[in-house]
């Protein structure tokens, strides 16, 4: 299978300031990666599809200009929560295909203060 | 779009009995239903899964029957054991190139008593 890894897999950060979450493909290319949410006790939600080389497509009630996707190469695609809230805290996963399956990261638990 | 309801929301089994969950979905262009155990803090695992053009598929303890006529698919754990205690989720896609983009069941919580 895929390996996925993502990094970092827990941060803390202040109100008001940015995050950036990394996921990286390191045995293939992904030309397609997909960013989860996950609060607690809760399920985990699609919040957008991140795109090789083209602007990511975001779910209904994401908010473009606050999740920053980048997927500028075939191996790394990038999320960053910008101007951080309490709100946000929350578990951030990517996700990519292999062979019709899907291959998770390792998380990111994020924590704002 | 997709929507995935799951049931039950917890589940408490003991030890060495069978355990069922079950979900429903309501896109009928959803042809993969994988099943995931996610243990607090850690990535999905995905510990079965099945396409539409299967009724059944079963790996040795585990199990997963669906009817698509019915849009809805359950996940069948036999025999369970103490590390089968986790939240599960069951989850719907469309498959190829897109099997990864998953509308997530609400999860159960199982938990398997000595």
């Known amino acids: 299978g895929a390996v996925v890894s993502q990094h970092p897999s827990w941060v803390i950060c202040k109100s008001g300031t940015s995050v950036k979450i990394e996921c990286r493909s390191l045995d293939f290319q992904a030309t397609t990666m997909f960013w989860y949410r996950q609060f607690p006790k809760q399920s985990l939600m699609l919040m957008a599809t991140?795109?090789?080389?083209?602007?990511?497509?975001?779910e209904q009630g994401v908010e473009k200009d606050k999740f920053l996707i980048n997927h500028a190469s075939l191996t790394l695609s990038t999320l960053t929560v910008t101007s951080a809230h309490p709100e946000d805290s929350s578990f951030y996963i990517c996700?990519?295909?292999?062979?019709?399956?899907?291959?998770f990261g390792q998380g990111t638990r994020l924590t704002v203060v | 779009g997709e929507n995935v309801e799951q049931h039950p929301s917890t589940l408490s089994v003991q030890e060495g009995d069978s355990a069922v969950i079950k979900c429903t979905y309501s896109?009928?262009?959803?042809?993969?239903f994988p099943w995931y155990k996610q243990e607090l803090g850690k990535r999905p695992q995905l510990i079965i899964d099945i396409r539409s053009n299967v009724g059944e598929k079963k790996d040795q303890r585990i199990a997963v029957t669906l009817n698509k006529t019915a849009k809805h698919f359950s996940l069948h754990i036999t025999e369970t054991q103490p590390e089968d205690s986790a939240v599960y989720f069951c989850a719907a896609s469309k498959g190829a190139g897109t099997a990864s983009k998953l509308t997530f069941g609400t999860g159960t919580r199982l938990q398997v008593t000595l």
């Open positions: 896109d009928s262009a959803s042809n993969y």
């Open positions: 996700s990519l295909d292999l062979n019709t399956e899907a291959f």
């Open positions: 991140s795109n090789e080389g083209s602007k990511a497509t975001y």
